[in-house]
C-alpha cells in the first residue's frame, strides 16, 4: 500500500472536514477529536457530495437524501429516505490514515 500526502493537520481543524481531490478520486478527510479518517466524498445512491453533508460527531449525512455514513468506517449508520420511501444505501469506501508531522497521508492500492 503506497501513503499519498493529502493535507496540512493544520487545513483540517478538530470537527472539521476537507475535501479532497485525488487524481480520479474525490475524498473526504476529516478530524475527530485529533483523530483523522478518509473516505470516498461520493455517496453511492444519488453521488452527492458528502462534503457538502452535516458534520455530526463521527456521522456525516448525505445532504441530497439524509443518508449516515459513519466516518471512521464508511458504513452506513441510518438509511436516508426520499419522500416516504426508505432507502437502502451501500457503504463507502474508507481508507487508511497516518499522520507523520504535521502531514496527512492515506493509504491507496
Known amino acids: 500500500m503506497e501513503y499519498v500526502k493529502v493535507a496540512q493537520t493544520t487545513e ?3 470537527g472539521a472536514k476537507k475535501r479532497i481531490d485525488l487524481g480520479d478520486r ?7 477529536h485529533g483523530q483523522y479518517y478518509a473516505m ?8 452527492g ?12 449525512i448525505c445532504p441530497k437524501h439524509g443518508t449516515v455514513f459513519d466516518v ?3 458504513k452506513v449508520v441510518q438509511n436516508g429516505k ?8 451501500s457503504d ?6 497516518k499522520v ?5 497521508l492515506i493509504g491507496m492500492e
Open 12 to 14: 483540517v481543524m478538530d
Open 26 to 32: 474525490v475524498l473526504l478527510v476529516t478530524n475527530i
Open 40 to 47: 470516498d466524498n461520493r455517496c453511492p445512491h444519488m453521488g
Open 49 to 60: 457530495s458528502l462534503y457538502d453533508g452535516k458534520l455530526e460527531g463521527d456521522h456525516i
Open 72 to 74: 471512521k468506517t464508511g
Open 82 to 89: 426520499i419522500a416516504f420511501i426508505k432507502l437502502n444505501v
Open 92 to 97: 463507502v469506501n474508507a481508507y487508511p490514515v
Open 100 to 104: 507523520e508531522g504535521t502531514d496527512i
